[in-house]
Nanobody, 124 residues
């Protein structure tokens, strides 16, 4: 079992950058699939990016080419570098992790562990 703590959110102008971090407890975190999701009021939580234990990444079309997910298994952290931010990127961002195999990584239901969320606001 792991606990996740998200950080790094804030207010940024359109075109700017932010870097989100997720710190995980648990010595086996390196074996987990980790991802980032986001949610705005009144909408369902949506997939942003995912990284496997081996470093394979996958992105939502809306962030491809602008966001980069990475992990440091030695430090038990997962990061999301967000560049060229747009107003529509405004949301609460959540880190997620799963120890299951063969999951569909774009689904909220695939992940057992969640961070508390960090607010990202992009002003236009």
């Amino acid at each position: 079992q792991v606990q996740l703590v998200d950080s790094g959110g804030g207010l940024v102008q359109a075109g700017g950058s932010l870097r989100l971090s997720c710190a995980a407890s648990g010595r086996t975190f390196g074996r987990y699939t980790a991802g980032w999701f986001r949610q705005t009021p009144g909408k369902e939580r949506e997939f942003v990016a995912v990284i496997s234990w081996s470093g394979t990444t996958y992105y939502a079309d809306s962030v491809k080419g602008r966001f980069t997910i990475s992990r440091d298994n030695a430090k038990n952290t997962v990061s999301l570098q967000m560049n060229s931010l747009k107003a529509e990127d405004t949301a609460v961002y959540y880190c997620a992790a799963s120890e299951r195999y063969g999951i569909t990584p774009t689904r909220v239901s695939s992940f057992e562990y969640w961070g508390q969320g960090t607010q990202v606001t992009v002003s236009s």
